[in-house]
Structure formats: C-alpha cells, structure tokens
C-alpha cells in the first residue's frame, strides 16, 4: 500500500515565531496581503499590531476579520471581495481553526470558480490559490499545517470538510504566546479536540508508519499537559506542550485521518452552534467503548502512553481504563453533556438526530473508523452522548 504526507514547506515554531510573518511575506514575494481574522482579535488589538509591522515592511495589508465561529460559505465569499478590491496576492490569517479555516477556503477560491460546495471531499480543488501563511492562536486544532478546511454550507446547512493539497498553508508560524490568553474552557475544548486528533490519526484505517509516531507524542503531550494548561493559562512549558501536541496531531490525522468522533461532531455543530471540541470531547468516551473490538492492541496502546493502566495492562484491561480515563479527563475539565448545552432540547435533538447520523455517514469519516457503524448505531451513540 502507498500513502501520502503532506505538510507545509515551512513550519516556525517557538516563543515569538509570529514575528516571523513579515520574513515569510518577504520571502514569497507579496506586495499586498489579505489578512483574514476573526473580530476578537481585531478588538483585542493583536490583528492591528501585525498589520502594523507588515505595513512598515512596504507590504500593504487588507483587512477581513468577519469570520464567525464555524466559518460559513458567506464568510469565504465576503473575504474573496475583500481580497479582489485590494488587489491582494497572498493570503494570511490570524486565528483559530475558524479563521485559518476560511483564510485556506479564500486562497483557493481566489483561483477556482464558486460554489465553494463542489469541492467538498477529497482532493477536489483543481487549481492552487494564492499563497497562504498562518498564525494560529489557538492549540488547537491542527488547522495550520493540514490540508483540510471545514466550512458550513448555509444552504443544506452542513459543513463540508474539503481535503486537497491545495489548501495547505505555504508556511506556518507556531506562537504558543499568543495561547497564554486563552480562557480555561476553550484551553480544554481544543485540547480535547487535539486528543481525538492523536487517537483517531493512531486508530484509523488509513495509520501509516508516517503518522504513527506523530500521533503517539500527540497523544502522550496532551496527557502531560491539558490540566495544567486549563488550570494555569500562563504557564508556559504547559502551552508549549500543547502548541506541539496540535501541530503533531495535525499532521498525524491530515495524512491518516479522523474516524468516527468527527464524523459525528460536525453534525452537532452544524445543527446546535456547539464548539468542535466541545462536541468532540462529549463524544470520545462512547465512540472509544464503541469501536474498541475493531483495535483492541492500538486502543491499549493509547491508554498504555496516557498512562491510564499498568504497562503490562492486557490489552482488553487497557481499553477499559482508557473509556475510563476520557470519561473522568471530561469531567475534570468540566465538559458538559450535550444536553447541558443551550438550546439542546430533547425534542430539538429528536428532530434533527437522523439527519445528523445521515450527514456523518456521508462525510465519511465513519468509514476509517476501527469499527464502521451503521446509521442505527450512530443515532444510539449520539443519545448515549446526549
Ligand atoms: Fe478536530
């Protein structure tokens, strides 16, 4: 069997690598830039420093920060305005996953025609866009060194995971000062998402001898270094920690890939408003008891490198303390239940969980899962999580 890997030409990691944006800029030869951000970070002033600097370097910057959590399809073609009256020619973004997420959708669109919805799959992006170079503020959710974007449809309402090489960043600059800010419960809802992204790169039916190591050291970061990120925000070996558990993981699921926790975790998103790592996390403890007979020795060996059993565990003893384990990290973290969430209703969650198991077996992801579930076993599993 052959595999792919790919990832950004250039990944600057490190304290103050974010200064590292206008060198990069320099580098690719970009005269004027599109610079896609979310409205948190212009109002928190850290959008205006580096457009600053850029300016100061004789690049001229435009401006696009309305990208909303769970960026839609009007997100991407209000950036694309943006960057066609500018006459930009390249792209950067400034964010978390939602913002790097449009910024990679922007770049590509600049060179391919709309809808943005005929590219949703696998490597369905026929042309290069402008090149792209992204901060991440968040770790995360890998957004920087994949080639994955994740946009909502607003007219089927479903967000659409593109994979395509084309949606790769040129070059990624990994800050994990700009993390020390974060919040406790977005510190533990990305860092559970970057757990699943260690887990289900390592349990996936497309695991290479690439993606492996990279989703193990994940996986063992994570375990390190979550709760002392969510109770100290700046303590810095900590973000560090978890800076380099998102890009491992990143790296990791973009060439293996994500299994059934995200394939059910976009539907929730698309219907409820509820964070991806949010929805991640109440998902982890089911999915794994669920798919543990599918990879019973790779499930044991995540538990065995969160240190959740004995090392000499055996390998069923192994998977138990590990659904275990998830289950006790949640509640540690404070995860709620689905149910606990805003507008969450049991009728509202009757009404839409068919769809909801309809789109996540159409988005694929189940399929690589150790265990492929059918439609039935995904709605048990949602209410199991509800
Ligand atoms: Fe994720």
Redesign the pocket.
């Known amino acids: 069997m052959i595999s792919q890997f790919n990832i950004p030409a250039t990944l600057i990691i490190g304290a103050g690598a974010s200064r590292e944006l206008v060198t990069q800029l320099a580098r690719i030869g970009a005269r004027r830039v599109l610079l896609v951000t979310d409205a948190f970070m212009e109002s928190s002033g850290l959008a205006g420093t580096l457009v600053r600097e850029v300016e100061r370097a004789g690049i001229a910057v435009a401006l696009f920060a309305g990208v909303q959590a769970d960026p839609t399809d009007k997100n991407v073609h209000d950036g694309l305005l943006v960057y066609r009256s500018g006459n930009c020619d390249a792209v950067a973004a400034l964010g978390g996953g939602s913002s790097i997420d449009a910024a990679k959708a922007i770049a590509v669109m600049t060179a391919n025609a709309e809808p943005l919805s005929q590219y949703q799959g696998y490597h369905k992006i026929p042309r290069a866009g402008a090149p792209l170079v992204v901060i991440p503020t968040t770790a995360g959710?890998g957004s920087e060194v994949t080639k994955v974007a994740v946009i909502t449809d607003t007219s089927r309402n479903v967000k659409m995971m593109m994979l395509d090489r084309h949606l790769l960043p040129l070059a990624a600059l990994i800050d994990y000062e700009l993390t020390l800010t974060m919040p406790p419960p977005l510190t533990a809802h990305v860092g559970v998402?970057t757990l699943?992204?260690g887990i289900e790169a390592y349990v996936s039916r497309k695991a290479t001898a690439l993606t492996d190591p990279l989703a193990l050291t994940c996986v063992r970061l994570v375990s390190e270094h979550i709760e002392t990120a969510w109770r100290e925000p700046v303590n810095r070996a900590a973000r560090e920690g978890m800076m380099l558990a998102a890009t491992l993981g990143g790296m990791a699921f973009a060439n293996s890939s994500?299994a059934l926790v995200?394939g059910m975790s976009r539907p929730i998103g698309a219907v409820f408003h509820v964070p991806?790592?949010l929805s991640?996390a109440m998902l982890l403890p089911a999915v794994t008891r669920f798919s543990l007979s599918g990879a019973p020795e790779r499930y044991a060996t995540v538990a065995r490198t969160m240190r959740l059993c004995a090392p000499d565990a055996s390998s069923e003893g192994a998977g138990t303390s590990l659904v275990e384990g998830l289950a006790q990290l949640n509640a540690r973290l404070k995860v709620p239940r689905l149910r606990d969430c805003p507008g969450v209703g049991r009728a509202r969650f009757e009404a839409a969980v068919d769809k909801m198991a309809a789109d996540a077996l159409a988005s694929g992801s189940p399929q690589n899962n150790p265990v492929v579930p059918t439609a039935d076993q995904i709605v048990r599993l949602y209410a199991e999580a509800w």
């Open positions: 959710t998402d699943t992204h994500v995200h991806h790592g991640n």
